[in-house]
């Protein structure tokens, strides 16, 4: 008797433990927003909406007058026009037959995105929600009807109501597009790819299980019960990391112009803005590509788990990086596992697979912190900490 109450007060020693290191670690995460909210508001820009614009200026004279690199402005209007990347820089706009209105279009674009109020807005929400997810949420047996509810919540104050940006995948699009000044908001972008970085080491994609508008809007769509047996088919990961791997090896090509940018006389060209689903909060700015196969891409979403995460987003690629990192994660106790397999068969990806594998720790199939092995296990062997 003595020995089971010295067990129950160990672990409840450590599971303090563990409950106090996640909320230091949450509170680091909030310490860097609230220092990174200072920059932001500091770093916008004070003319914004105010567009310095003439048909005498050159694209160099416009650019510097409304502090945005060249480069950011000749991206946006090469969605249309490629051509534009091979027009003199030091001549009048007029005689280059870029018309006033398609520069000031393209800085409206590039302002609209800097709202730092809505950013900070969103950075200080998430960091609330993945706490109460992680400390609440995924310490509960009954976590399916919990998550259904707050996917649904995700999806509509995330997306919706806060809009496309910031975003996971831009976070990281940015910060190579700001190595090929293609991108202004240095402060911004940096901070934006650490938040999300600090976000995937706090939990394995923690954040892209629970906290991402676009990956909350395919889970949802998946959830509905169309058809049964595509909760039994996973897509081998074998496959999916290496779609986003050649993905992401085409983007860096052909942004900077060597490998097969090289091959085919290409530089400057952003792959991800031609497959940016998270558009689909801020209709009016998607691309032609995206709305072509936006149909293709919401059918998709019904019959594979999150296929945007796992095909495309290359958030989703760096954070399974993470994951051999993250402070959080599946864990099983092998004194109650009982090989029955019922966490393999629930698991919408083959990461339990790969977890009860005890041949390999490292770099295994995406495990989505979604906790319905949690749920599933009869023996309670499973825990997320």
Excluded at 179 to 206: C, D, Y
Excluded at 239 to 262: E, K, P, Q, T
Aim: positive net charge.
């Amino acid at each position: 008797m003595v020995g089971r109450f010295e067990y129950i007060k160990n672990r409840k020693k450590v599971e303090g433990q563990i409950v106090r290191k996640n909320i230091l670690i949450l509170s680091s995460i909030a310490l860097s927003i609230f220092i990174a909210s200072m920059f932001l508001l500091r770093d916008s820009r004070e003319l914004q909406g105010m567009n310095i614009v003439s048909p005498e200026m050159t694209l160099k004279q416009i650019a510097k007058e409304n502090n945005v690199p060249l480069k950011e402005i000749l991206h946006i209007l090469g969605h249309e026009n490629r051509s534009v990347w091979e027009m003199p820089r030091n001549k009048p706009i007029k005689n280059l037959g870029i018309h006033k209105e398609a520069i000031e279009e393209a800085l409206a674009h590039i302002n609209e995105e800097e709202t730092p109020v809505r950013d900070i807005l969103k950075y200080v929400l998430w960091v609330i929600m993945l706490g109460f997810i992680l400390l609440v949420v995924l310490k509960r047996d009954n976590i399916r009807k919990i998550r259904t509810i707050l996917l649904l919540f995700v999806v509509a104050v995330f997306g919706v109501f806060l809009g496309a940006t910031p975003n996971p995948m831009e976070s990281v699009v940015k910060t190579f597009k700001l190595l090929n000044n293609m991108e202004g908001g240095t402060v911004g972008v940096l901070i934006s790819l650490l938040i999300f970085t600090l976000f995937s080491l706090l939990g394995a994609k923690l954040f892209c299980s629970w906290g991402c508008h676009l990956g909350a809007l395919q889970e949802s769509l998946f959830n509905i019960p169309v058809f049964k047996r595509k909760y039994s088919w996973k897509v081998p990961f074998a496959l999916s990391i290496s779609i986003r791997v050649f993905i992401f090896g085409a983007f860096v090509m052909l942004l900077f112009g060597f490998g097969l940018g090289v091959i085919h006389g290409i530089k400057n060209y952003v792959v991800y803005h031609h497959v940016n689903f998270f558009k689909i909060f801020n209709f009016h700015d998607i691309a032609k590509i995206t709305l072509l196969s936006l149909p293709l891409f919401i059918a998709a979403s019904f019959f594979v788990f999150r296929p945007f995460c796992q095909f495309i987003c290359p958030l989703g690629l760096y954070s399974w990086v993470l994951e051999n990192f993250a402070v959080n994660k599946i864990t099983i106790d092998p004194d109650k596992c009982t090989q029955c397999q019922q966490c393999v068969e629930v698991c919408p990806t083959e990461a339990m697979k790969g977890i009860l594998n005890k041949r390999r720790k490292y770099f295994l199939p995406d495990c989505w912190s979604c906790g319905k092995c949690i749920e599933q296990c009869p023996t309670k062997a499973i825990a997320y900490k």
